[in-house]
């Protein structure tokens, strides 16, 4: 039997780490100063907690600033507001990242909109989701971003390529569609309303799966020698253990992909420096220097 290559996107991040950390210096050259990012979180969710307290390692670790604002569960709307005001105006600052789910008493697309879109590295202020669809220069979502790096350093070009995305969230679907569209593909967005989803899935010869349920497509939906990118991420016990699964039905899914990515190992580590690769292109922008590639 056939069997698929895992992407390992650990090792593609490790790969752009190190792009990253030459490019912090040349620019503190320029500037007398360090990129920085700024990130807030409202609140004590656990699992917001940890992605926070890993984006604030890895800012650290790749050489840059870190500005952290950890604010009570109970902020009041005008607070917060104001907190990225400031944030907006102070020059040490490049990009500013709310940290999503907002307790329920909060206005997230108020607070969204109010970054300013020149630092919204998580790419979601509707200026930076319009200037996508737009085919305009801006900061693209982390893990749509990250999606289209490990696409293009499996398959090349992508022009002509049928590209199935399931799922339709401002966070990722929506931008991931858009960045493959970019890419010249032919692109199927499907939802939970879709039809005949395992039939529009075995057209595509890339597959990127944002669903959020535990493997719900079947390896045999998987067309010979397709790609597949697989960005959901559920906890499930098999088995008395704990363990994190893909939207894809992935032993399966080796027998017919050409490659796929792992849950974890695959589009998560990408996220994280897709973020950090956002605030290093935010931070030359706003100084007017050209972007590093
Ligand atoms: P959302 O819940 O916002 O969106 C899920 C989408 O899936 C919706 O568009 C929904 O359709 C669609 N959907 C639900 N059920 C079905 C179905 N049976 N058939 C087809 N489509 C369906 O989730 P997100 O986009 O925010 O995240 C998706 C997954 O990716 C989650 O598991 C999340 O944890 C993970 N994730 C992982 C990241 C990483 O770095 N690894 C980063 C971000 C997210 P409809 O619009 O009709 O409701």
Redesign the pocket.
């Known amino acids: 039997p056939m069997s698929a290559k895992i992407i390992d996107g650990k090792a593609y991040a490790n790969g752009l780490a190190s792009k990253i950390t030459a490019a912090v210096p040349s620019f503190n050259t320029a500037t007398g100063r360090l990129p920085g990012l700024a990130v807030v979180l409202v609140g004590s969710d656990p699992a917001s907690e940890i992605y926070v307290r890993s984006k604030v390692l890895k800012t650290r670790e790749l050489g840059m600033r870190s500005f952290e604002h950890i604010l009570p569960s109970d902020t009041k709307q005008e607070d917060l507001l104001r907190l990225v005001t400031d944030l907006n105006a102070d020059d040490a600052v490049d990009g500013i990242l709310v940290q999503l789910p907002l307790p329920k008493h909060l206005d997230e697309n108020a607070v969204v909109s109010a970054i300013d879109p020149s630092k919204d590295v998580d790419g979601l202020h509707p200026e930076n989701a319009g200037r996508l669809t737009a085919g305009l220069s801006g900061l693209i979502s982390c893990?749509p971003l990250?999606c289209l790096m490990l696409l293009q350093a499996q398959l090349g070009d992508l022009s002509g390529l049928d590209a199935i995305v399931?799922?339709?969230?401002i966070?990722?679907?929506k931008p991931m569609a858009a960045l493959l569209l970019r890419a010249n593909c032919t692109v199927t967005i499907?939802?939970?309303?879709?039809r005949n989803?395992p039939d529009k899935v075995r057209q595509a010869d890339i597959v990127v799966a944002?669903?959020?349920?535990a493997e719900?497509i079947k390896g045999d939906w998987i067309k010979p020698g397709a790609t597949v990118i697989d960005?959901?991420?559920?906890r499930v016990e098999r088995g008395g253990k704990k363990k994190l699964v893909g939207?894809v039905e992935f032993e399966a899914a080796m027998q017919t992909a050409a490659a796929i990515t792992p849950v974890p190992g695959g589009?998560?580590p990408?996220?994280i420096m897709t973020l950090m690769h956002n605030t290093v292109v935010a931070a030359h922008r706003r100084s007017r220097l050209a972007v590093p590639q």
């Open positions: 893990t990250g399931v799922g339709r969230s966070l990722v679907g499907a939802h939970s309303r879709t989803l944002a669903v959020g349920q719900m960005v959901g991420t559920t939207d589009v998560g990408m996220t």
